[in-house]
């Protein structure tokens, strides 16, 4: 069945560092491949989506490219910033599994000054 | 609304007694989903709702569970005699029309509802 595997946390970086979140899908059709953010308090919030193989999607300094080959959607960011401190999620919706996402387990990240 | 309301934000019940968590979607969006997410692991779907039927309910993970709406607006999620392992966060979303293909309509998402069972 269609699922996600995302890199454990937690993520603890220096401001300005790089960032990367790995993520790894498996799916049985053509996904559309989402990363999610939820800030301290707040709801899952769309960051970014790709929707077809070599696909980039970028928001907020945030990219991540659907690689199909690797079955990959890694998010990267080049330099983090305090207010970049959050959960992050890494999602599947399927056209062959309709309604759902499939969602990885989250990775938090704290960026400290 | 302007968003998806979930209330209450917080619960605490004891073991046995039943809940009900509630969802307000945004007006107008015909498909509405409950998700719930255990510490330390991903978002699990539960059900979904288009209009006031429930085409899948797969997710419902015993015959504790229910959930219905109504209006094409609310929804209700109870949870009968509830367990320990039913703590967790139940996380509500809605979009306008339940795509959630290619065509890149995701979902908004409620703040959740923080369920711990004693």
């Known amino acids: 069945g269609d699922s996600v595997t995302q890199m454990e946390g937690p993520v603890t970086l220096s401001e300005e560092a790089f960032l990367t979140i790995n993520c790894t899908y498996t799916a049985t059709g053509y996904p559309s491949l989402f990363w999610y953010v939820q800030y301290p308090g707040e709801g899952l919030q769309l960051l970014l989506k790709?929707?077809?193989?070599?696909d980039k999607g970028s928001n907020k300094g945030f990219e991540a490219t659907y690689r199909k080959e690797t079955t990959s959607f890694h998010l990267e960011k080049g330099s983090v910033q305090v207010s970049d401190s959050a959960v992050y999620f890494c999602a599947l919706s399927d056209h062959n599994t309709g309604n759902q996402f499939y969602f990885g387990t989250g990775t938090s990240l704290t960026v400290i000054p | 609304g302007a968003g998806v309301s979930q209330s209450p934000s917080n619960k605490v019940t004891e073991k046995g007694k039943d809940v009900e968590l509630r969802c307000d979607p945004i007006?107008?969006?015909?498909?509405l989903y409950w998700y719930r997410q255990r510490l330390g692991q991903g978002l699990e779907f539960l059900i979904y709702?288009?209009?006031?039927?429930?085409p899948d309910k797969s997710g419902l993970p015993s015959d504790r569970f229910s959930a219905e709406r109504t209006g094409e607006s609310v929804s209700t999620l109870t949870i009968q005699r509830t367990q320990q392992e039913d703590s967790a966060v139940y996380l509500c979303?809605?979009?306008?029309?339940?795509?959630?293909?290619?065509w890149g309509y995701g979902y908004t998402f409620g703040s959740g509802t923080r369920l711990t069972v004693v």
């Open positions: 709702f288009q209009g006031n039927s429930a």
């Open positions: 007006s107008g969006h015909t498909a």
């Open positions: 979303a809605s979009s306008p029309n339940g795509m959630t293909g290619p």
């Open positions: 790709a929707t077809k193989a070599d």
